[in-house]
């Protein structure tokens, strides 16, 4: 079975350009999750997906910062404009979420390594 | 307050050794529990879940402490291919994954 896959895995960009990070969920998961991990901060989760719908986008660090998941094959995150301090490696994830407690754990993808110079 | 806590480590610790991590959780509402592995430079992927009586996987044995809203995991007999990141992970309202910081495990020969 395909797990969660992402695109691209590294991605090197300027200062001020626009980055779009690319997630494709397990097929019939319907939770999708953006985390980003630092080594000052862990793993923070950014938004949650369920249903294609954002649950809670709490996380979200800024107005830079920007998902959708417009079906449930696929979700974006977009940071316009890049700043240096927005380099870390950014996590998608994918889990069922039963109300008959038929869940699952979260399944990452590889991860994007972003490097903003 | 942060969701869930670790201790960072690093645990330097020599292979045959046991070696026990421990994390506490803030939402005594939480229902779902985990730990995560994470090797250098990959994804976490789930090592095991955590049920309230305890659960046993090999070397690896997990305990909840619902009381003291406290998770701890056990390695026992620790090889060298243990050596990694170990994430402590909570699941909490509307299928919401809670990650620990991550504590840092190197076994030596």
């Known amino acids: 079975d395909a797990g969660v896959i992402q695109s691209p895995r590294h991605e090197v960009t300027e200062m001020g350009q626009e980055v779009t990070l690319r997630c494709k969920p397990i097929?019939?998961?319907?939770?999708l999750f953006w985390y980003r991990q630092t080594m000052m901060r862990g793993l923070e989760l950014l938004i949650y997906f369920n249903n294609n719908v954002p649950i809670d986008d709490s996380g979200m660090p800024e107005d830079r910062f920007s998902a959708k998941m417009p079906n449930a094959s696929f979700s974006t995150l977009k940071i316009q404009p890049s700043e240096p301090r927005d380099s870390a490696v950014y996590f998608c994830a994918s889990s069922f979420f039963g109300a008959g407690g038929t869940n699952t754990e979260a399944f990452f993808g590889q991860g994007t390594r972003l490097t903003v110079v | 307050r942060k969701e869930v806590e670790q201790d960072p480590g690093p645990f330097n610790v020599p292979e045959g050794a046991t070696v026990a991590f421990n994390c506490t959780y803030s939402n005594s509402a939480s229902q779902s529990f985990f730990w995560y592995r994470q090797d250098c430079r990959k994804e976490p992927k789930l090592l095991m879940s955590?049920?309230?009586s305890g659960n046993e996987d090999g070397r690896f044995t997990a305990q909840l402490n619902r009381a003291s809203q406290y998770i701890s995991l056990l390695i026992r007999d620790s090889k060298l291919s243990d050596s990694a990141t170990y994430l402590c992970v909570v699941k909490g309202n509307f299928n919401k994954f809670y990650f620990g910081s991550g504590t840092k495990l190197n076994v030596k020969p």
């Open positions: 097929s019939g998961h319907n939770s």
């Open positions: 955590v049920y309230s």
